[in-house]
């Protein structure tokens, strides 16, 4: 064959069109989990349907270990495309799921009052459905009676909707339509039902035994048949001296006529084949109570909760604490900051000799004896000095939140001496040496005062 030309190839690469967007950077991704310690095995159980329900825009094989904290899942949410994060708690009051949208919030957490398994639910039905293939695409999203309105439950919508792809019906293929996931708000005591469910689809007009070659394509055997004709003659002449013949229309028992999708013959053309319709549950069913409403991350003003009212000046005293403790808590940090500078300062100007003490230091280290070297061990002193006061000022500030928020947890009361002495404990920082000619050098005068 013919060389192309090196000017026609040149200009064939500069001709090429530009790629368009990525359309799955639009796509909503979620990290689905139950953090170890805080979950049962049945939790764990639902937690790992739900996961399935959400394929494959999610996580399968996430693994969460009892050190992870959600600033952890907030770091690795942006290089991956992660847009909404649900965790699964219990606690002794009940089990909880937890929904953020991420980086900025808000937060729903839901109570869960019943639920059932994926298991549970196969072992009551006679023909379980239950296809791997179905996963491949995200199920269809369908919300009943979210029509009032209330914040919280146009949030809870809007939460919801997103959390799925949108369906985009100029280029939705129906093969693709596997499943589907209700949720459907009980407007009487504000619950909601979430069920899943595989959409199964038949057509309509042939026989049974037709349909079963068209479905089981791979599975029929036909080596033993001159043609397909002679397998649909035998099963049509097997059912009707059984006395099982199908019906006229071909249609089945478990399909009824208001299962049908509407037909629409072009006229003078060929009908358009009738497809019959069915749902058959996969799993997991659960009843979810919306219980609050948190503006933020996982943290923030909460917009809503089922159980606690406040008024308007509380409400309003409530934020002024908030930005009180949120300015309090950045006078701290930068004090740290100011401490960490001044720190590495002083350890700069110490390791930085000048004119006639640099030249002296050497004599001086030589005239301390041979025991150990003085000024290595009082730099490593200074150091030890500086870390214990940074410690502190960490275990103090760390020990005031825990004092502020123990306050708040329980209405304003006074933590005792013994949640004190915990707090402590739990908060304790422990600056230990790295060199043993610095522990030495450090009891040293303790020992000379004893021989005293």
């Not at 002024?320 to 100007?349: F, G, I, P």
């Not at 103090?396 to 209405?411: A, C, K």
């Amino acid at each position: 064959s013919p060389k192309m030309p090196k000017g026609d190839k040149k200009k064939q690469e500069q001709e090429q069109p530009v790629a368009p967007e990525n359309p799955e950077e639009k796509v909503p991704k979620s990290f689905v989990f139950a953090k170890p310690g805080k979950a049962g095995h049945d939790v764990t159980s639902l937690m790992l349907d739900f996961r399935r329900v959400m394929l494959p825009n999610t996580a399968p094989n996430l693994q969460v270990t009892k050190r992870n904290v959600l600033k952890d899942f907030l770091q690795v949410a942006g290089p991956l495309g992660v847009t909404h994060l649900l965790s699964f708690t219990s606690t002794v009051k009940g089990i909880y799921l937890r929904m953020a949208r991420m980086p900025r919030g808000p937060t729903l957490t839901f109570r869960i009052d019943q639920y059932s398994l994926m298991k549970d639910l196969a072992n009551t039905q006679l023909n379980p459905a239950f296809v791997k293939k179905d996963f491949e695409v995200a199920p269809l999203v369908v919300l009943n009676n979210f029509t009032q309105d209330v914040p919280q439950v146009k949030l809870t919508k809007s939460m919801f909707q997103h959390l799925f792809p949108a369906l985009n019906i100029e280029t939705a293929k129906t093969e693709d339509c596997k499943r589907v996931a209700l949720l459907s708000r009980n407007s009487a005591d504000d619950s909601i039902e979430f069920r899943h469910f595989h959409i199964k689809t038949r057509p309509v007009g042939i026989t049974k035994p037709l349909r079963e070659v068209l479905e089981k394509a791979g599975e029929v055997d036909l080596s033993q048949y001159r043609d397909a004709s002679e397998y649909i003659l035998q099963q049509l002449n097997g059912a009707a001296a059984d006395g099982t013949a199908p019906p006229a229309d071909g249609a089945d028992a478990d399909f009824a006529e208001d299962d049908l999708l509407p037909t629409d013959p072009a006229a003078g053309g060929p009908k358009k084949p009738k497809t019959a319709v069915s749902l058959v549950e996969l799993g997991p069913r659960i009843r979810l109570q919306l219980i609050k409403v948190e503006e933020g991350y996982f943290t923030g003003e909460v917009l809503y909760h089922r159980f606690v009212h406040k008024t308007a000046d509380e409400i309003a005293e409530l934020r002024r604490t908030v930005q009180q403790r949120q300015k309090e808590r950045e006078a701290r940090r930068k004090q740290q900051e100011e401490n960490v500078r001044k720190k590495e300062e002083s350890r700069k100007a110490r390791k930085a000799p000048s004119g006639a003490e640099g030249e002296a230091a050497p004599a001086a280290e030589g005239a301390e004896g041979e025991d150990g070297k003085g000024g290595e061990a009082a730099e490593d002193l200074a150091d030890l000095d500086a870390d214990l006061e940074d410690a502190d000022q960490v275990t103090g500030d760390t020990l005031d939140e825990d004092v502020q928020w123990y306050r708040d947890e329980t209405g304003g009361l006074e933590p005792t001496e013994r949640d004190l002495t915990a707090m402590a404990k739990s908060h304790k920082v422990e600056v230990k040496p790295t060199d043993g000619e610095a522990t030495a050098t450090a009891t040293a005068p303790a020992q000379e005062a004893e021989k005293k």
